[in-house]
C-alpha cells in the first residue's frame, strides 16, 4: 500500500530518483556516493524541522545507498507506461501497483494491466481498497504531468490461490501505455522488479531466485518492511527485460541457519493467459489447481478450495481439514505420506464474485453460498465426480 506524501517529501524522493539515474551512468563508487552527499545536504536544507521523520529519512537514505551500490550502468529502468499506480476512488491517498503486459490471443495482440487481487476490497465498507473500476496513474519520460486512465478489473484470480488480477483500460489511456512483453526464467538466478513503493518509483536490481512452483516464484527481498510498502502488483523481469512475474508479498519465514529470512513471492506471468481467456470468454476460464507435484484439479479460475479430504477405496474418510487460507501444499505432501491407503482425495471450493454494485470483489459465505465438491483419484490421476452442492445451512 502506498501512503501519500507530503509536498516537502516529493521533493527529496525526486531528488533520490536523479541520484539513482545519475549512479547508473557513473563508472565509479566515488561519483555515486559524492552525488548522494550532494543529494543528502539538499533533502536537509528543504526539510521542514516540524514535519521531518528522522525514522523515515534514514530509511530514505539507506534505499539510495543500496540502490546506487547495486546499479549496473544502463540497468536502471525508468518510470514509464510500463507500470502503473492503482487509486483507490474514495481515498486516492490508499494506492496500489500495477504492471502492464501485452499478450497474443486468436492471433492479435492486446494490452491489459494486472494488479495484485487482494488489492481489492472485499467489503464494500471499506474505503481503502480499489473497486471494480478505478484510476490509473501514469507517468511517462520527460512530462512531470500524471496521466490519469480510466481502469477496470475484468477477471481475477482468489486471493487465496494466485492472487492477481486483469484490468483493462480505456481505448484512448491505452495510447499511453508501454507494455511488457512476456518471457521465462529460463537460466536466470537473479531478477529484478520494478513498481512503486511508499517512497514512490521503485527498482530492484537484485532479487535472487530461492524456490519456483507451478504457480509461484519466491527470491530474497532487501528492502524492509517500511521501504517495500506498496510494493505488490510490482513486474518481476528476468534479465531480458521481460515480464516473468507479479510480486505479490513478502513473509519472514525460519531459514535452514534458524533465523527469520525476508521471503517475497511473485504469481507466475505464465497464469496471466487464463486471466486474458476468461475475460473473452465471460469468466469461464479453467486451470490447473496442483495440490502436490503431479496432482491437478482442474478449477475455474475464480474458485478457491475452502475443505478437503482423503479417502480410501471404501470411501472411509482419513483425514479432513478445513483450507483456512492457501491449500497447504506441503501438508498435503506429508499427509500423502502418512496415509498411503489414501485413494481418493475429496476437494470442496467456492468461488469469489463482485456485489452488485461492483464495489467489493466477495469471497462465497462458507454456510449461505452453494459450493462444489471434485473426487480425485489419487491412483489414476483424474477427477472422477463433481458435485454442485446447495449451501450448507439453507433458508427455509
Known amino acids: 500500500m502506498l501512503l501519500a506524501l507530503t509536498a516537502q517529501a516529493n521533493s527529496p524522493v525526486k531528488l533520490g530518483k536523479a541520484v539513482i539515474k545519475a549512479a547508473s551512468k557513473s563508472s565509479g563508487s566515488r561519483e555515486a556516493s559524492a552525488l548522494l552527499s550532494q543529494i543528502q545536504k539538499q533533502i536537509s536544507a528543504q526539510a521542514n524541522p516540524v514535519q521531518k521523520n528522522e525514522g523515515a529519512q534514514t530509511a530514505l537514505n539507506n534505499a539510495l545507498n543500496r540502490r546506487i551500490q547495486q546499479a549496473q550502468p544502463r540497468s536502471v529502468p525508468q518510470k514509464d507506461g510500463h507500470i502503473f499506480i492503482a487509486s483507490a476512488d474514495i481515498d486516492p491517498d490508499f494506492r496500489f501497483s500495477g504492471t502492464v503486459f501485452q499478450i497474443a490471443y486468436n492471433g492479435k495482440k492486446e494490452v491489459y494491466g494486472v494488479i495484485a487481487t487482494h488489492a481489492i476490497t472485499s467489503d464494500p465498507n471499506d474505503p481503502f481498497g480499489l473497486m471494480r473500476r478505478f484510476k490509473a496513474t501514469v507517468y511517462l519520460p520527460g512530462d512531470q504531468t500524471p496521466h490519469v486512465l480510466t481502469a477496470e478489473v475484468v477477471a481475477s484470480f482468489p486471493v487465496r490461490t494466485l492472487d492477481i488480477s486483469l484490468v483493462k483500460f480505456n481505448a484512448e489511456g491505452e495510447k499511453l501505455l508501454t507494455p511488457y512483453r512476456l518471457g521465462h526464467i529460463g537460466k536466470d538466478k537473479v531478477l529484478q522488479s520494478v513498481g512503486y513503493t511508499h517512497w514512490g518509483f521503485s527498482f530492484i536490481p537484485q532479487r535472487r531466485i530461492i524456490k519456483r512452483t507451478p504457480y509461484t516464484i519466491y527470491t530474497s527481498m532487501p528492502l524492509s518492511h517500511t521501504e517495500r510498502a506498496g510494493m505488490c502488483g510490482s513486474a518481476l523481469l528476468n534479465s531480458k527485460a521481460q515480464l516473468v512475474g507479479i510480486h505479490t508479498g513478502t513473509t519472514e519465514t525460519p531459514s535452514i541457519t534458524r533465523t527469520k529470512q525476508t521471503v517475497s513471492f511473485a504469481a507466475s506471468a505464465a497464469y496471466l493467459k487464463y486471466l486474458v481467456a476468461a475475460y473473452h470468454q465471460g469468466g469461464n476460464m479453467q486451470f490447473p489447481f496442483y495440490v502436490a507435484p503431479h496432482h491437478f484439479i482442474t478449477l475455474n479460475i475464480n474458485e478457491y478450495p ?37 485413494k481418493f482425495l475429496q476437494l470442496n471450493t467456492q468461488q469469489i464474485h463482485w456485489n452488485e454494485t461492483g464495489t467489493a470483489l466477495e469471497p462465497a459465505d462458507p454456510f449461505q453460498d452453494e459450493y462444489t465438491t471434485y473426487l480425485y483419484d489419487l491412483e489414476h490421476r483424474q477427477v472422477v465426480s463433481t458435485t454442485r452442492n446447495p449451501p450448507v445451512f439453507q433458508d427455509k
Not at 477405496?313 to 501444499?329: C, D, I, T
Open 306 to 342: 475452502t475443505f478437503f479430504r482423503l479417502l480410501d477405496g471404501n470411501g472411509k474418510v482419513l483425514k479432513g481439514e478445513a483450507v483456512s487460507f492457501h491449500f497447504p501444499h506441503k501438508h498435503f505432501k506429508t499427509l500423502l505420506k502418512q496415509y498411503p491407503q489414501a
